[in-house]
């Protein structure tokens, strides 16, 4: 079996040879050569065509950000960031992602990450999936058609909302949408939440993605979208019109009180599936108390979170919709949820916010 070829790119010659020996140290890869900006990157990508590259956000030349964009459009190549934890790391961290990355790795202490073998484990499994990611990656392109055809009629959205207006904030208070994304997810849930209009029921959100990298998340989603969108906080009451975003390393749950339905961050339940949060976690509640008025959406990601999810939602007469594999980064928790027969509708993500629109106008009887 021929071995996973990686280029490695860092500005520090200590985290390139660092991230070199961890990878080395996995039989199944072989580290083809290492950059020291992202000018190098794209030519070494050009050259040497690895299989997968691990890209620093900050550096002199050339940053992570410009050369991912570069690399996606001249030579799409699974690529995974290493950012630190911090504000600016999340923004540039989820700007890369935008521009094609297919996920990231955050590094423990900043940005030279002395004690980076703590994570060598996590680093040897996501190069692993990045491996097997399809390489059409750029989800923006995804979303070219849509853009296009809202362009050439000024009226789109008002068409949109006309398409759901007249439900009543009673009826909304009764529905909600439920979406599960992990890796290649971000920008797709980003496009779906900005192509959804007002007058929609609350819409709760598990991206697989670490604490800090959420909220920074939420905030870019508010900033181009119709609805409210938030890191959901603890004992905040559900609206209509928010989406409400799972902090990272917490599991969100939900708890009925008098006739609201209140959300609660718990940080001690266990990871389920490897990761915290977890799209079945969350789908047990909104199940719970939205039963039949459920819309459960499974996105791109590695693994099988969210496939009971999507079950629960079916056995309470829900209505479930799977991203197509054509469009995924990594085919499998939407592929998990179709081979369990829970999906009523598998989908290219441009038609997602209509047909969450359309069932919406259903449950509420329109």
């Not at 000024?154 to 529905?175: D, H």
């Not at 469009?327 to 290219?348: F, L, Q, S």
Request: overall charge neutral; glycine content about 8%; some cysteine.
């Amino acid at each position: 079996m021929s071995k996973i070829k990686v280029l490695v790119v860092d500005d520090s010659a200590f985290m390139r040879k660092v991230l070199e020996d961890i990878l080395k140290a996995d039989d199944e890869i072989e580290v083809v050569a290492t950059a020291r900006d992202g000018k190098e990157a794209i030519e070494l990508a050009k050259k040497l065509e690895p299989n997968v590259i691990t890209m620093d956000v900050e550096m002199p030349i050339m940053n992570g950000i410009d050369a991912t964009k570069q690399i996606m459009e001249h030579k799409p190549t699974p690529i995974l960031m290493l950012s630190a934890i911090t504000k600016q790391g999340s923004e540039a961290t989820l700007k890369a992602l935008d521009n094609g990355a297919v996920d990231f790795i955050e590094k423990p202490s900043g940005s030279v990450s002395l004690d980076i073998r703590t994570i060598g484990e996590n680093i040897i499994k996501k190069v692993k999936a990045a491996s097997k990611s399809t390489a059409r990656i750029k989800s923006s392109r995804i979303f070219e058609t849509i853009k296009k055809e809202e362009k050439s009629d000024n009226n789109a959205l008002e068409k949109t909302i006309e398409k759901i207006s007249g439900l009543s904030p009673e009826k909304l208070n009764n529905m909600a949408i439920m979406i599960g994304s992990s890796t290649g997810g971000p920008p797709v849930v980003s496009e779906i939440i900005s192509n959804i209009p007002k007058n929609m029921p609350p819409i709760f959100i598990v991206q697989h993605m670490p604490r800090g990298f959420t909220r920074v998340f939420a905030e870019r989603m508010n900033n181009n979208s119709s609805i409210t969108v938030k890191e959901a906080e603890h004992g905040e009451l559900v609206k209509p019109d928010h989406a409400y975003v799972a902090p990272g390393d917490s599991q969100m749950i939900l708890q009925k009180r008098g006739g609201n339905i209140y959300i609660l961050i718990d940080e001690d339940m266990p990871k389920i599936h490897g990761t915290k949060p977890t799209v079945d976690v969350t789908a047990e509640y909104v199940t719970k108390y939205y039963g039949k008025n459920t819309i459960g959406v499974i996105l791109t990601g590695i693994g099988r979170d969210g496939a009971n999810g999507m079950k629960m939602v079916k056995n309470k007469g829900g209505y479930t919709i799977a991203q197509n594999q054509e469009t995924c980064v990594i085919y499998g928790m939407p592929k998990t949820a179709i081979e369990m027969n829970v999906v009523d509708k598998v989908m290219d993500p441009t038609n997602i916010p209509d047909e969450i629109i359309k069932f919406a106008k259903k449950i509420g009887g329109r």
